[in-house]
């Protein structure tokens, strides 16, 4: 079993938005939301990143969140902080 360190980023994204209810057609949304998610970072990859928000001992992982790539802004290293998890 090997260990791998995970950073912790800040993410600042683009997502999509959606109404279940009416809306009168001029409160419509024409813009994507811009979003900020911390956590770490598991995976990277040319179609989308993956990463978590909390865990516990035990190695889970809580608030899994996958962006698809081109939503994607920028990805920001939080400077001094990793988690380091088990890799089977």
Partial sequence: MTRQ??????????????????????D???????IRTVG??????????????????????GEVTTIPAPWIQTVKKLRGNTLTIKKE
């Fill in 28 to 34: 419509i949304k024409h813009e994507p939301t811009p």
């Fill in 5 to 26: 360190k995970l950073p912790l980023v800040i993410v600042e994204w683009l997502d999509a938005n959606t109404e279940s209810g009416w809306t009168a057609v001029k």
């Fill in 40 to 61: 770490w970072l598991l995976s990277q990859t040319d179609k989308c990143l993956v990463m978590f928000s909390s865990h516990t001992d035990d190695g889970d992982a």
